[in-house]
């Protein structure tokens, strides 16, 4: 079976769609709660093991200063119960996910207006004034599978560059993982 990759229409330069999301902390947050240099929203979720799997690299990067790390999850939690808002609340306080924040996108309109598709599918953007625009929308990393070790870390080279004030000269192929399940 092939697996999703990520299409989004987003292009390098365009403003971050805006969201209002509940998170598992008990509030609510939008574009305009987050001030950082480089905003990378990861759609994700619990069960897939493509996720899980960057679960500690963006963990690592939620804990360095300048970047914010936001994991929207979307699937659909009545047919898929390990992605429901308590198993993400439970994910959090056990400790194996730490992003700034891990939202719930209980209709999935934010992933259709980011243009998601597979979990993880992560879009880095970079502020400009009031604005966050995309500066990187591709892989992680290198490690194709689940079960594999990375050896060169995408997201950690745009990061860089954005925090640098440089473009992003990466396109090492769409994300890709578990479908994101529709509600």
């Given at each position: 079976m092939a697996l999703p990759e990520s299409?989004?229409?987003?292009?390098?330069?365009?403003?971050?769609?805006?969201?209002?999301?509940?998170?598992?902390?008990?509030?609510?947050y939008t574009l305009e709660d987050f001030?950082?240099?480089?905003?990378?929203?990861?759609?994700t979720c619990n069960h897939c093991p493509y996720a899980q799997a960057k679960f500690d690299l963006l963990n690592d990067i939620a804990a360095e200063d300048d970047v914010t790390v936001v994991g929207i999850n979307a699937n659909d939690a009545e047919e898929y119960p390990d992605d429901?808002?308590?198993k993400m609340r439970a994910f959090v306080e056990e400790?194996?996910?730490?992003?700034?924040?891990?939202?719930?996108?209980e209709t999935a309109d934010v992933a259709r207006a980011y243009g998601a598709v597979c979990t993880p599918d992560p879009f880095l953007f970079r502020r400009d004034g009031d604005t966050y625009r995309?500066?990187?929308?591709?892989?992680?990393?290198?490690a194709l599978g689940p079960d594999e070790e990375a050896t060169e870390f995408y997201v950690r080279q745009a990061i860089d560059a954005v925090r640098a004030g440089e473009a992003v000269d990466l396109d090492p192929g769409p994300s890709r993982g578990c479908g994101i399940k529709w509600p």
């Open positions: 299409d989004s229409d987003l292009a390098d330069g365009d403003p971050a769609p805006a969201f209002e999301l509940p998170g598992v902390d008990g509030e609510t001030d950082t240099d480089a905003l990378l929203v990861v759609f429901s808002f308590e400790g194996r996910v730490a992003y700034d924040a891990y939202l719930r996108d995309l500066a990187y929308h591709g892989r992680l990393d290198d």
